[in-house]
């Protein structure tokens, strides 16, 4: 066996060798891949082998898109027959919000180029003559979709990789993972040490075993997936011996199942509440091809279902039951990218579709690994999406929460109720007492809105309007007029002091550091290409000290990506204050008024003018007030030690009580920030785009000296960019607004997409956030856009509809 290696890939499922596969396409030959027994013989060996290409995330449809395309070119490629069945696939709708999921849907897979077609009941009868079209409204079909023989894919992937002199070890088990001082990763295993440079998990159900090694707790935890094959039926062997083609993958996302034809007969697999997680503390050590005892009456309701939709299959005796492990994670989508707190070490694991997504996740893997970065924004599938929280538990009593939500509607305000609260701001039960209705961000309760006095405290998802709506307009209006208190402990807070602080920061982010203590800038980390990574709201609190606001829900990303371009020499700290450290949000012309009436400071423009700081108190608490916020009206952050959150809070809601101080929420502050064109990180800021793309000039500052990304935007500006920042109006839709990966047409030519829209409650007006292309975005252009398969018209306009002179966040 080879001792050194430049990559190191645990696990031979089609994970880990479509990882092994594309490293070897990227020209390093020098990859081995270790496996414990034989490749398949983990999960992959019992995958049903279905391809959806459906999925309403961004990164994750247009890796499942690759995947796809990839697995039709190897054969040609590798002499090895897939077993790759283009018959398409079917997903019926019995509800009015299943066709608005499938209509956003399309929204996402049209701008990543996915054909998806909508079918009437009879067009779907047609299709599918087995089925009854009783209570359907309608259907979406992949033409491209279908399903493929996973133990033939990922013989061929191996063969793909060993012909570019990658290699592969069976047989082998890993014992012991150990990084040198120097960097390096040793990889003890019973056949001895592999030295490497980088090392790949991908190791399934195994991955939290894995992870051990290293010290990291992986937010992975298996859950057992039924599926049953049947004897073969008349009727299906007669559509074979006539020449018809076969049935496509059928859909019933309401009743919760799939099924395809296999050998002549059916194969159902539903997705019930109720199916265990498994394999918690990991397998053992010597299962190999592993399958669990079948429980058929757990899946009762889901066979009923299946007879009703198609009847033949309750003629059919059961040939076999497939009980086995499927990796998870907390929100059903695998993690992909680099570990946190190593360097060097790469997670490709929580497949929980992985026959679908092994291609496109070994494709970005190795691009990350080999360029520095992937080409696609894998926001959605980085690692670093989940914090400590993520406990062994935590994970068991999500996991099952998401496998038994595979096939539910995913509204865009959806929220989860497993394992929840966890995370709590000391003010929690003041905010719950006073209406709100909560949702979850790394972990955090925040709330989304405020249910007044009368109206129930319970959310209400959809894609239109919801009975929210007014609710949260009211917020905003009140935020608008009067005052408001938001809640914003889940905040991302770090503080980088020392001698080589200021210096150290400089080069990371793209905008000057503010130039004196007391004040603020924003700032934006950026990949070396030049799109944006981070962003950051720094406060200059002395000449060697600096504190950091960011995301909440990219704590984890955000202080992963600074510490690991720490230098090593002590002359810079990172510290993470984010759960030592509090933040109330007051914003509304009152602000001032209030705050005045608590507040030790001079609160007037003079005296703290905006984008500035000052450490003051607020009743008898220390606290530092930054003047920002997101919402574009006069408004202070009150950053606090969390253990004098209450009584700051307390003393605000009194003094507030004749100045119409009322609390308000995430959906009211997403309004108010789309009326001002405020971009998000994840949204209208990505890796996918230049910063320069993204309308960031004002804090991107190339004269300044050298910076991360700066040499790349410079190269990126050189060959031209693709896209431009607009704002849009949006008319023609009375129930629904865009929210998002809504394609952009003109002519009937695709020029863009909205990267987020909400009702803005100020200006009256339902807007949107977009991508152009750049000769096109120019204010009163005008466009066609889909809102929920309704054909809109979204007009440019002016940034910033909202009070464009930003004259009252300066009052």
């Known amino acids: 066996m080879k001792d050194q290696a430049r990559v190191l890939v645990i696990g031979g499922g089609v994970v880990g060798v479509s990882t092994l596969y594309h490293l070897a396409k990227k020209g390093w030959s020098d990859v081995v891949l270790i496996e414990r027994k034989e490749l398949t013989s983990g999960s992959t060996w019992h995958a049903a082998g279905l391809l959806p290409l459906f999925n309403m995330s961004y990164s994750v449809g247009q890796i499942h898109k690759y995947s796809v395309g990839l697995y039709g070119e190897l054969e040609a490629e590798t002499g090895q027959n897939v077993g790759l069945k283009r018959c398409s696939n079917i997903r019926l709708a019995t509800t009015r919000d299943r066709m608005d999921e499938y209509h956003q849907y399309a929204g996402v897979a049209r701008t990543i180029g996915v054909q998806v077609d909508f079918l009437s009941p009879t067009q779907v009868q047609e299709i599918w003559p087995f089925a ?29 990789a060993r012909a570019l002199g990658a290699t592969i070890h069976r047989q082998t088990t890993v014992t012991a993972i150990r990084q040198k ?136 005796g059961i040939k076999e039951v497939y009980n086995g492990a499927i990796a998870y994670t907390p929100d059903g989508s695998p993690i992909i990218g680099p570990a946190w707190g190593k360097r060097n070490f790469w997670l490709n694991e929580g497949h929980s ?89 790394f972990g955090w309760e925040r709330p989304n809105w405020f249910a007044p006095k009368g109206v129930p405290a319970e959310d209400h998802w959809s894609f239109r309007r919801s009975r929210w709506f007014e609710h949260v307009g009211d917020e905003c209006r009140n935020v608008a007029d009067n005052v408001g208190l938001l809640d914003m402990t889940a905040f991302a807070k770090a503080r980088v002091s020392g001698p080589g602080a200021a210096a150290w920061l400089d080069g990371l982010v793209a905008n000057k550091l503010p130039a004196r203590v007391g004040r603020i800038a924003l700032a934006h980390g950026l990949t070396t290409r030049g799109g944006v990574h981070s962003e950051f709201t720094i406060f200059r609190e002395a000449e060697d000290s600096f504190y950091l606001v960011s995301a909440g829900a990219l704590q984890r990303l955000d202080h992963d990506w600074l510490r690991k371009q720490l230098s090593g020499d002590g002359s810079v700290q990172l510290e993470n204050l984010t759960t030592s450290m509090g933040v109330l949000v007051v914003a509304g012309p009152n602000s001032r008024n209030l705050l005045e009436r608590v507040c030790g400071a001079d609160l007037s423009n003079a005296a703290f003018p905006w984008l500035t700081g000052q450490d003051t108190t607020v009743g008898l608490a220390p606290a530092r007030l930054l003047r ?184």
């Not at 309608?138 to 023989?149: M, S």
């Open 132 to 160: 009854v079209t009783d209570g359907l409204i309608g259907a979406i079909r992949h033409p491209e979709d279908g399903y493929i023989q996973p133990a033939d894919l990922t013989q061929a992937l191996a063969t793909g």
């Open 628 to 811: 920002v916020n997101f919402v574009g009206e006069l408004g202070w952050e009150i950053h606090h030690g969390i253990e004098f959150q209450n009584h700051i809070f307390d003393a605000l809601m009194e003094a507030g009580r004749d100045l119409d101080l009322q609390p308000f929420g995430i959906r009211a502050m997403d309004s108010l920030r789309i009326e001002k064109s405020y971009r998000m990180v994840g949204t209208e800021l990505s890796i996918e785009y230049a910063a320069l793309e993204s309308g960031l000039d004002r804090f991107v500052r190339p004269d300044k000296g050298d910076f991360v990304g700066r040499e790349g935007l410079l190269a990126w500006r050189e060959r031209g960019f693709a896209n431009a920042f607009a704002t849009l109006e949006v008319t023609g839709h009375n129930e629904a607004d865009p929210l998002g990966n809504n394609p952009i047409y003109l002519d009937g030519e695709l020029v863009g997409r909205a990267t987020g829209g909400n009702f803005g409650f100020r200006v009256g007006k339902s807007l949107a956030l977009a991508m152009l292309r750049p000769d096109l975005a120019v204010a009163g252009g005008a466009f066609a856009m889909d809102v929920l398969g309704t054909t809109c018209t979204a007009t440019v306009v002016p940034e910033s509809p909202y009070d464009p002179e930003n004259s009252r966040l300066r009052a």
């Open 353 to 441: 579709f992985g026959i679908t997504a092994a291609g496109g996740a070994g494709w970005q893997l190795a691009e990350w690994i080999v360029e520095g970065e992937p080409t696609i924004d894998m926001l959605g599938v980085d690692p670093r999406r989940f914090g400590d929280y993520a406990s062994e538990a935590y994970l068991k009593t999500k996991n099952e929460e998401a496998y038994a939500n595979v096939f539910t509607v995913h509204y865009p305000d959806e929220e989860r109720p497993a394992a929840r609260p966890l995370r709590t701001a000391p003010c929690y039960e003041r905010m719950r007492d006073l209406g709100a209705v909560f949702g979850q961000k």
């Open 181 to 316: 001082p120097g960097g390096e990763w040793v990889v003890t295993t019973d056949k001895g040490e592999i030295t490497c440079e980088h090392v790949v998990s991908a190791t399934g159900n195994f991955a939290r075993r894995t992870g051990a090694m290293v010290g990291l707790d992986i937010p992975v935890v298996p859950v057992e997936h039924q599926f049953i094959v049947t004897e073969p039926h008349a009727a299906i062997q007669e559509r074979k011996a006539q020449g018809l083609p076969e049935l496509g993958v059928l859909r019933e996302s309401d009743g919760s199942w799939y099924m395809r034809e296999e050998n002549g007969g059916l194969l159902l697999g539903p997705y019930e509440v109720g199916a265990p997680a498994c394999y918690v503390d990991g397998p053992d050590a010597d299962s190999e091809y592993e399958l669990f005892q079948e429980d058929v009456d757990r899946l009762a309701p889901h066979i009923e279902s299946a007879i009703h939709r198609v009847p033949i299959f309750g003629e059919l």
